[in-house]
């Protein structure tokens, strides 16, 4: 069996093998979507091996490339993500020798740390190859009982993403003079993560000169969720007008769903700029966060092991 890094030509290939081992599922496998989330990504293009056995692709493994900025530096990483082993070649250590040959791949191209987020099954494994476990995104979630059962989504502002895009040059996250993680923000990155996501319909509220508050909305059996991604803003001109009126338009969309939800370690950091959000306590009850050191120096490493150290949204660790 040969471990070698994918190519364009692999794309087909490696689609079919994700079909195969893991179904479609609530994300559907497409070259559409492989391309723009592993070849079209602002951060870069992902890192991709894949294990050849006589011709054929029997196994895949891709890292999400991503930029950190942190204490004035900036961090490249990747994410481990997109992964299969074709049924028929499965329990001979496939995912580990992928996993540890990115890791070597990562170690000789700078790249200074790996992170995801696994589900309690995959995390031992994870663990056992040196990732460290920093707990459980935390969440803030509003239930409104009078939208109990109700399905119809409500009526949406403007959504002129042209002329959202004069907005965006100027527009950072609330914590961008906090020492805690963010991601690297360009309009690149922003028209890329939300405008021409293909596999989720994002909304956002914006007065188009001094915030944007991006969402989508999740169907339950119990109604509508409005589960908030990111909030960004000039911070020039985000003035108590400008919140008033984040605050009425954010209000008029999440009365009309039973449920509201926002990354807690965000909403921790910049609560004075979301609009009212209940008094249920921010939980930890999101997915589970580890980390890989590669690059890093120690004590950088140690520090951002606690996740008191990271300001990311929910739209930064979303599973996409």
Same mark, same amino acid.
């Given at each position: 069996?040969?471990?070698?890094?994918?190519?364009?030509?692999?794309?087909?290939?490696?689609?079919?093998?994700?079909?195969?081992?893991?179904?479609?599922?609530?994300?559907?496998?497409?070259?559409?979507? &492989?391309? &723009?989330?592993?070849?079209?990504?602002?951060?870069?293009? %992902?890192?991709?091996?894949?294990?050849?056995?006589?011709?054929?692709?029997?196994?895949?493994?891709?890292?999400?490339?991503?930029? &950190?900025?942190?204490?004035?530096?900036?961090?490249?990483?990747?994410?481990?993500?997109?992964?299969?082993?074709?049924?028929?070649?499965?329990?001979?250590?496939?995912?580990?020798?992928?996993?540890?040959?990115?890791?070597?791949?990562?170690?000789?191209?700078?790249?200074?740390?790996?992170?995801?987020?696994?589900?309690?099954?995959?995390?031992?494994?994870?663990?056992?190859?040196?990732?460290?476990?920093?707990?459980?995104?935390?969440?803030?979630?509003?239930?409104?009982?009078?939208?109990?059962?109700?399905?119809?989504?409500?009526?949406?502002?403007?959504?002129?993403?042209?002329?959202?895009?004069?907005?965006?040059?100027?527009?950072?996250?609330?914590?961008?003079?906090?020492?805690?993680?963010?991601?690297?923000?360009?309009?690149?990155?922003?028209?890329?993560?939300?405008?021409?996501?293909?596999?989720?319909?994002?909304?956002?509220?914006?007065?188009?000169?001094?915030? +944007?508050?991006?969402?989508?909305?999740?169907?339950?059996?119990?109604?509508?969720?409005?589960?908030?991604?990111?909030?960004?803003?000039?911070?020039?001109?985000?003035?108590?007008?400008?919140?008033?009126?984040?605050?009425?338009?954010?209000?008029?969309?999440?009365?009309?769903?039973?449920?509201?939800?926002? %990354?807690?370690?965000?909403?921790?950091?910049?609560?004075?700029?979301?609009?009212?959000?209940?008094?249920?306590? +921010?939980?930890?009850?999101?997915?589970?966060?580890?980390?890989?050191?590669?690059?890093?120096?120690?004590?950088?490493?140690?520090?951002?092991?606690?996740?008191?150290? &990271?300001?990311?949204?929910?739209?930064?660790?979303?599973?996409?």
């Amino acid at each position: 069996m040969k471990i070698r890094k994918g190519t364009e030509s692999d794309i087909p290939a490696i689609v079919e093998l994700l079909k195969s081992s893991l179904g479609e599922g609530l994300i559907q496998k497409s070259e559409k979507l &492989w391309n &723009w989330k592993h070849v079209n990504n602002p951060h870069g293009a %992902s890192p991709i091996l894949v294990a050849e056995q006589d011709g054929q692709v029997v196994g895949v493994r891709a890292f999400l490339r991503w930029q &950190w900025k942190y204490k004035g530096q900036v961090f490249q990483a990747i994410r481990a993500v997109d992964t299969a082993t074709h049924p028929e070649f499965q329990g001979k250590g496939i995912f580990k020798k992928l996993t540890l040959q990115g890791l070597n791949d990562a170690l000789d191209e700078g790249i200074h740390l790996v992170y995801n987020t696994p589900n309690e099954s995959s995390k031992p494994g994870y663990l056992k190859m040196g990732w460290v476990d920093i707990g459980r995104m935390a969440l803030k979630l509003k239930v409104n009982v009078l939208a109990y059962k109700q399905f119809d989504l409500p009526v949406l502002p403007e959504q002129d993403w042209v002329k959202l895009s004069n907005l965006l040059p100027n527009i950072s996250n609330p914590i961008v003079k906090a020492e805690q993680a963010q991601t690297l923000l360009s309009p690149d990155y922003i028209k890329w993560r939300y405008q021409d996501n293909p596999l989720f319909d994002y909304n956002f509220l914006s007065d188009y000169q001094s915030f +944007v508050l991006f969402f989508r909305f999740k169907p339950h059996s119990f109604g509508q969720e409005m589960r908030v991604v990111d909030l960004l803003i000039d911070e020039q001109k985000f003035d108590k007008s400008a919140k008033n009126a984040l605050s009425n338009s954010f209000q008029k969309i999440n009365r009309a769903c039973f449920l509201t939800s926002v %990354s807690g370690r965000h909403f921790q950091l910049v609560y004075g700029v979301y609009p009212d959000m209940g008094i249920i306590p +921010v939980m930890d009850k999101g997915p589970i966060i580890t980390l890989r050191n590669v690059n890093l120096e120690e004590q950088v490493f140690a520090e951002l092991s606690n996740q008191e150290n &990271w300001g990311y949204t929910l739209g930064d660790m979303e599973l996409f």
